[in-house]
C-alpha cells in the first residue's frame, strides 16, 4: 500500500500542472515575505534529475511595468527542501530572451531595480531563524537578450540600450541585496552600434559599491583592461554624473576614437591611443592620474582633472599637470577634444613637434598656464593667463614670456631674422601678426639679424601687427643707441615718428655697409609718412653726425632732408646742411627711375642712342651746391671746392635737358681742374655742350683755358675744341 501511494505520488508531482502549482506556492511564498510579484507561467521538473524548465518568468517593478522577463529558463535545482523554504539553489542555469529593463521613474529618487532590492532587504530586523533571500547558480548562460536603462527625467530618457546581449557566468549568488558573478564572457549590441565582442570581470553588487574587478573589455577596435569600482550612496544614482564616485586603473590599454565618438562627438577620426591610467572621482570631476598615452608620434604623461565634462549647464574645466607631452599642432588637435584642440594657436603649426612640461588651467574661453615648451625652433618658458581662446589667434594674455636659442625668423617668417633669446613681460592680444596688440616690457639677449648677433637691447613698448610705439636701448658692442618713438609699417603708408640717438654702429660689423671700416654716431630724428621713395613726405633731421670710414673721420653739424607734395604729383626735396650740400630738387619724378631719367637726358643729344623705358610725364627741375665733405665720405680721392654748383632742368616727354654746373675747383686720382664750366641744352639750335676749364693738370699734359663746344645736325655731331696746353 505505502508503495502504490508512493507511485502514485511521484505520478502526481511529475504533472505539469501540479509543478506549476509548486511553482506558483513558491514564489507567492516569497512575494509574500518579500513583497514582490513574480509569476512563473510554467514549470517542468524531473522527478529523477530535478533537471527544471521555466517559462514566461516575470518580475514586476513597483509601477507594475517589466523589471525582469525571461522566455524561457532551464536548470537542475540542487536542493527541493531549500526550495520549498525559499532558498534557490541550482545548479546550471540556461535563460533565452531575456528582458531587463532598468527604469527610473519621474520625480523617483530610486530606480525600479533598487526598489526591488529594497525590497529583499529593508533594513529591518528578522525574525529570528528568518534567512534573506538567496539564489545560487553554479553557472549561468544568457542569451539572444535585451537590456534597457532609462531615465524618465532626462530629456533624451533612453540611456543605455543593449541588444543581442549574451553572458557566459559562473559562481553566481544573490543573497539579500549582495550579488556577486564571475562573467566570464559577454557580448552586444548598443544603440549607437558600438559592438562589444567581449566584456570579462569578476563582478559584486552591494546596496554601497558596484565592482568590476579583473575587467576586460573588447570591441573591434579597442581593449581595456583593468578594474572599475563605483561607491554611492542609493539615492546618488538620480545624479549619476556628479555624486556616484568611480575608482579605476587601466593598463596596457587601447581606445579607438572613431567608437568613443559614437557616444562624445569631440575626438579626432581614425584615431587609436594607448594608454594606462589610475582614475577616481566623479564623471564631472574626474582625476586621471599617472596618465601615459601614445598615438603615432604623440606622447603624454602626466595628472589631469576634468570637470564638468558631461555638463551643458556648468562650464568645461582641465587642469593639467604635464610631466610631459610631446605631439605636434595638427596630431594634439585630433587627439584632444574640440574644446581643447581650439585653444592651441595656429602659430603652432611652425613649431613642428614640441615638447611641453608644467601646468595649466583650461576652460571653455581661458588658458591660465606656466610651463616650458621644446620645439623644432628652440625652447621657451611661459607664464600667462589667457582670455577670449575659443577665438585663439585673437586671444588676450597677460604674463610672462621667454624664448631661449629660439628661431624666431621661422615664425615670423622673415629670413633675416635668426636665432632669439629674450625675457619679456606682456600683456595685450593676438598670436598671429594680423592681429597683434600686445605692450611689452623686457630684454632681449640676444637676437641675430642680417646675419649679426646683437645682444643687450631692453625694450618697452607697443606691438601692434607691424607697428612698434616705444623706446629700444641698446647696448650691444658695435650698436649702442636709444630709440624712443613710432615706426608703424602696417598701414598703406608706413609712419615714421621717433627720435634715435646714435652713440656708436660700426656698419661694417652690423652687415650694412662692405667696407674696411664705417663708423657711424649722431643724432635723427624722423618724422614721415610713406611706403616707398616715391611717396615718402616729411622731415629728417641728423645733428652732430660722425662718420668714419678707411680714409678719414668726418663730422657733419646739421644735415635736413625735407620731402613735401603739391596737388599730390609736384614734388619738392629740400636738402639743408652747410656742411655737405644744400639745395633742391622739383618735379614729378620716380625716384627709382632718377638715374635712367638723366641717362636719357644726356644721351638725347647723341642721334642713334636708344632711350630707357621710363614712366610718362616726368619732370625735374634741380639746384644744389656741393660742399667737398659730402664728396670726400663717398669718394675720398675726389675733392671739390665748397662753391660747387650743380642747376638743371629736364621734361622727359619732350626731351628738354638743360644742365649748368660750376667749380673753382676740382681734384681728382691726381689731377686736377680750375675754373670749371659745364653747360648742357640739346634744345639750343647753336649749341649743345659747353664745357670751359681754366687750368687742368695732369701728369702728362698741362692745358689752359680748354673749350669745347658741339652740336648736332641732322644725323651728325659736330665739336669744336680750344685750348693752350704742354706735354709734361
Excluded at 650698436?479 to 615714421?496: M, S, Y
Amino acid at each position: 500500500m505505502l508503495v502504490l501511494l508512493c507511485v502514485l505520488g511521484t505520478l502526481i508531482l511529475s504533472l505539469p500542472v501540479v509543478q506549476t502549482k509548486f511553482a506558483q506556492y513558491t514564489t507567492n511564498r516569497i512575494n509574500t515575505e518579500f513583497g514582490t510579484n513574480i509569476n512563473i507561467e510554467k514549470l517542468r521538473v524531473s522527478l529523477i534529475t530535478w533537471d527544471t524548465s521555466l517559462e514566461g518568468v516575470y518580475i514586476e517593478d513597483y509601477q507594475k511595468d517589466t523589471l525582469f522577463h525571461i522566455q524561457e529558463l532551464t536548470t537542475s535545482i540542487l536542493s527541493l527542501k531549500n526550495l520549498t523554504g525559499g532558498k534557490l539553489e541550482f545548479g546550471d542555469i540556461a535563460v533565452d530572451n531575456l528582458t531587463f529593463k532598468l527604469t527610473d521613474y519621474s520625480d523617483s529618487l530610486n530606480s525600479n531595480l533598487e526598489v526591488f532590492i529594497d525590497k529583499l532587504d529593508d533594513n529591518k530586523p528578522r525574525k529570528p531563524g528568518t534567512p534573506p533571500f538567496f539564489f545560487s547558480s553554479s553557472n549561468v548562460d544568457v542569451a539572444n537578450s535585451r537590456f534597457t536603462y532609462v531615465d524618465e527625467n532626462l530629456e533624451n530618457p533612453e540611456i543605455l540600450n543593449f541588444k543581442d546581449l549574451n553572458i557566459s557566468a559562473d559562481s553566481f549568488l544573490i543573497v539579500g541585496p549582495e550579488v556577486t558573478a564571475n562573467i566570464d564572457e559577454m557580448s552586444f549590441l548598443s544603440k549607437r552600434d558600438i559592438a562589444v565582442k567581449q566584456l570579462a570581470t569578476q563582478f559584486k553588487y552591494t546596496k554601497e559599491q558596484m565592482r568590476f574587478d579583473s575587467l576586460q573589455i573588447k570591441t573591434p577596435e579597442s581593449n581595456l583592461n583593468g578594474n572599475l569600482v563605483f561607491d554611492y550612496d542609493r539615492k546618488d544614482f538620480s545624479d549619476f554624473l556628479n555624486k556616484v564616485n568611480i575608482t579605476a586603473d587601466f593598463q596596457e590599454s587601447t581606445v579607438a576614437f572613431d567608437e568613443i565618438n559614437l557616444l562624445y562627438d569631440e575626438f579626432g577620426k581614425g584615431k587609436k591611443v594607448d594608454f594606462s591610467s589610475s582614475i577616481s572621482g566623479v564623471l564631472n570631476d574626474l582625476n586621471t592620474n599617472d596618465l601615459l598615452l601614445a598615438s603615432d608620434n604623440t606622447g603624454i604623461r602626466g595628472d589631469f582633472n576634468f570637470k564638468n565634462l558631461f555638463s551643458k549647464d556648468e562650464s568645461f574645466i582641465m587642469e593639467a599637470n604635464m610631466k610631459n607631452v610631446t605631439s605636434s599642432y595638427y596630431e594634439l588637435r585630433s587627439l584632444l577634444p574640440n574644446i581643447l584642440g581650439k585653444a592651441l594657436p595656429s602659430t603652432f603649426q611652425k613649431l613642428g613637434q614640441f615638447t611641453i612640461r608644467g601646468e595649466a588651467i583650461v576652460t571653455e574661453t581661458s588658458v591660465d598656464a606656466k610651463a616650458n615648451l621644446n620645439t623644432a625652433l628652440g625652447n621657451s618658458y611661459f607664464d600667462l593667463n589667457m582670455t577670449n581662446v575659443n577665438h585663439i589667434d585673437n586671444a588676450e594674455y597677460k604674463g610672462f614670456l621667454s624664448l631661449i636659442d629660439f628661431d624666431l625668423g621661422s615664425l615670423v617668417e622673415n629670413n633675416k631674422v635668426g636665432r632669439t633669446t629674450l625675457d619679456f613681460n606682456v600683456e595685450g592680444k593676438g598670436f598671429v601678426q594680423k592681429t597683434l596688440n600686445t605692450e611689452v616690457i623686457g630684454e632681449v639677449y640676444s637676437v641675430v639679424f642680417n646675419n649679426y648677433e646683437y645682444k643687450d637691447i631692453k625694450v618697452s613698448g607697443i606691438l601692434k601687427e607691424q607697428l612698434f610705439d616705444g623706446t629700444l636701448v641698446s647696448n650691444d658692442e658695435n650698436l649702442k643707441f636709444n630709440f624712443k618713438g613710432l615706426a608703424d609699417f602696417g598701414k598703406n603708408r608706413n609712419d615714421f615718428n621717433f627720435i634715435a640717438s646714435v652713440e656708436y654702429a660700426d656698419l661694417k660689423k652690423l652687415n650694412f655697409i662692405n667696407d674696411s671700416v664705417s663708423i657711424f654716431k649722431g643724432n635723427v630724428n624722423m618724422n614721415v609718412t610713406g611706403n616707398t621713395l616715391d611717396n615718402l613726405a616729411g622731415d629728417i633731421k641728423f645733428t652732430k653726425t660722425v662718420f668714419q670710414n678707411k680714409n678719414d673721420t668726418y663730422y657733419f653739424e646739421d644735415f635736413k632732408v625735407s620731402s613735401t607734395f603739391e596737388n599730390d604729383s609736384i614734388r619738392t626735396i629740400d636738402i639743408n646742411s652747410p656742411d655737405i650740400i644744400t639745395g633742391y630738387m622739383k618735379g614729378n619724378f620716380k625716384v627709382n627711375e632718377l638715374g635712367k631719367l638723366v641717362q636719357n637726358s644726356l644721351g638725347s643729344i647723341y642721334t642713334n642712342y636708344k632711350p630707357f623705358d621710363i614712366s610718362d610725364g616726368q619732370t625735374l627741375a634741380f639746384n644744389f651746391k656741393i660742399y667737398n665733405k659730402i664728396v670726400d665720405v663717398f669718394f675720398p680721392e675726389v675733392k671739390f671746392d665748397p662753391n660747387t654748383f650743380i642747376k638743371g632742368n629736364i621734361v622727359a616727354d619732350e626731351g628738354d635737358f638743360k644742365l649748368n654746373f660750376k667749380s673753382p675747383s676740382i681734384v681728382a686720382y691726381g689731377n686736377s681742374a680750375d675754373s670749371i664750366e659745364v653747360r648742357v641744352d640739346n634744345k639750343n639750335p647753336l649749341f649743345n655742350t659747353f664745357v670751359s676749364v681754366g687750368d687742368l693738370k695732369t701728369k702728362y699734359y698741362d692745358v689752359k683755358d680748354f673749350n669745347l663746344i658741339n652740336t648736332t645736325l641732322k644725323d651728325t655731331l659736330f665739336f669744336r675744341t680750344e685750348f693752350k696746353g704742354v706735354v709734361l
